[in-house]
């Protein structure tokens, strides 16, 4: 079966966001795990438009084919600089588009990594390369084919058939035990540097997997669903508790009003968040007086008082305003 035809596919339902999954657009703060894509294609590398017709890959598995295969691979993987240590490779797919109006090589390699991870490294040229993992691709095949719309974007690497397998195999690299019930494949952040894909366990836990697209991230690792609520991030296939909300400055000026603060802070400075009654310290610089005071805020289940004080009083408690009062 030839190879090739899903590269058009991929680009147009990346295009289209017809993937499942990502997080809400409320997830607006600064952590990279809260800033969920919508998912798409990073940076947009292709218009579907522009693609030209691509040639199929009838030579994939002979010695000199995989021998290829596996060289250029490993030139994609530390030009990425991508965490996979090469152990088995195929190319998918070659051909032409246009990027930003100059015409393209493209060629596409399905990868296994020593992990259990596996990739498509797709080469636009000499310069421009991403990876995409196997959850991706598999989360689109089935958009796809739930639509009733042939669809080859599909992992076929021995090592990247079974889904639920690669997940498991990924658990277990990072010291988790867990008998996969299901995966789904989550988002990809806004940087595009790293996706997450969802675990369900027998057991009834379940977890997020981060996965890198580039060396700008560490290996494959593994956080419990209720760490992910703990960052904004609502896991769908088993209850990981309350979402917390998102903290952002806005947070911040809106509790203010909420307990009476009547000033519009020309400057707050977070200092940090209590261990033991988890309310967040925030320095406050107002126009009019008292001009500096701090904040003793209690926000995503802190049930301990809202609590202001002047920055005299605030050394008392170990915290030393720095905001010019001018």
């Given at each position: 079966?030839?190879?090739?035809?899903?590269?058009?596919?991929?680009?147009?339902?990346?295009?289209?966001?017809?993937?499942?999954?990502?997080?809400?657009?409320?997830?607006?703060?600064?952590?990279?795990?809260?800033?969920?894509?919508?998912?798409?294609?990073?940076?947009?590398?292709?218009?579907?438009?522009?693609?030209?017709?691509?040639?199929?890959?009838?030579?994939?598995?002979?010695?000199?084919?995989?021998?290829?295969?596996?060289?250029?691979?490993?030139?994609?993987?530390?030009?990425?600089?991508?965490?996979?240590?090469?152990?088995?490779?195929?190319?998918?797919?070659?051909?032409?588009?246009?990027?930003?109006?100059?015409?393209?090589?493209?060629?596409?390699?399905?990868?296994?990594?020593?992990?259990?991870?596996?990739?498509?490294?797709?080469?636009?040229?000499?310069?421009?390369?991403?990876?995409?993992?196997?959850?991706?691709?598999?989360?689109?095949?089935?958009?796809?084919?739930?639509?009733?719309?042939?669809?080859?974007?599909?992992?076929?690497?021995?090592?990247?058939?079974?889904?639920?397998?690669?997940?498991?195999?990924?658990?277990?690299?990072?010291?988790?035990?867990?008998?996969?019930?299901?995966?789904?494949w989550f988002g990809l952040t806004m940087a595009g540097d790293v996706e997450y894909s969802e675990v369900a366990c027998a057991d009834?836990?379940?977890?997020?997997?981060?996965?890198?697209?580039?060396?700008?991230?560490?290996?494959?690792?593994?956080?419990?669903?209720?760490?992910?609520?703990?960052?904004?991030?609502?896991?769908?296939?088993?209850?990981?508790?309350?979402?917390?909300?998102?903290?952002?400055?806005?947070?911040?000026?809106?509790?203010?009003?909420?307990?009476?603060?009547?000033?519009?802070?020309?400057?707050?400075?977070?200092?940090?968040?209590?261990?033991?009654?988890?309310?967040?310290?925030?320095?406050?610089?107002?126009?009019?007086?008292?001009?500096?005071?701090?904040?003793?805020?209690?926000?995503?289940?802190?049930?301990?008082?809202?609590?202001?004080?002047?920055?005299?009083?605030?050394?008392?408690?170990?915290?030393?305003?720095?905001?010019?009062?001018?």
């Amino acid at each position: 079966m030839a190879r090739l035809v899903w590269i058009a596919g991929v680009l147009l339902s990346f295009a289209a966001g017809v993937y499942p999954g990502g997080a809400s657009a409320q997830n607006t703060r600064s952590d990279p795990i809260a800033r969920m894509n919508t998912p798409g294609m990073p940076g947009g590398l292709l218009n579907p438009s522009d693609l030209e017709k691509f040639r199929e890959v009838d030579d994939r598995t002979s010695v000199k084919a995989k021998a290829r295969a596996r060289s250029e691979s490993l030139k994609l993987v530390g030009a990425i600089k991508l965490p996979c240590e090469l152990t088995d490779a195929e190319q998918a797919g070659r051909g032409e588009a246009k990027v930003e109006g100059k015409k393209l090589d493209v060629n596409v390699y399905e990868v296994a990594c020593g992990n259990g991870m596996g990739y498509f490294l797709e080469a636009y040229g000499p310069e421009r390369s991403i990876a995409m993992s196997c959850f991706a691709a598999d989360a689109t095949h089935a958009a796809d084919v739930a639509e009733g719309k042939k669809s080859e974007l599909i992992c076929q690497l021995a090592a990247n058939k079974d889904i639920k397998a690669m997940a498991g195999a990924l658990l277990t690299h990072a010291s988790t035990e867990c008998s996969v019930n299901a995966v789904r494949w989550f988002g990809l952040t806004m940087a595009g540097d790293v996706e997450y894909s969802e675990v369900a366990c027998a057991d009834g836990k379940g977890y997020l997997l981060k996965i890198p697209r580039t060396g700008s991230s560490p290996e494959v690792t593994a956080m419990t669903c209720q760490d992910a609520a703990a960052h904004g991030l609502k896991c769908h296939l088993t209850d990981g508790g309350p979402v917390a909300l998102p903290i952002t400055t806005q947070t911040f000026r809106d509790a203010l009003k909420q307990n009476g603060i009547g000033c519009e802070p020309l400057q707050l400075r977070v200092i940090g968040r209590e261990s033991i009654d988890k309310r967040y310290v925030v320095e406050v610089k107002c126009p009019e007086p008292p001009n500096n005071f701090v904040a003793f805020i209690p926000l995503n289940g802190s049930t301990k008082p809202f609590e202001t004080l002047d920055c005299t009083a605030a050394v008392g408690r170990g915290v030393v305003c720095q905001l010019s009062p001018k």
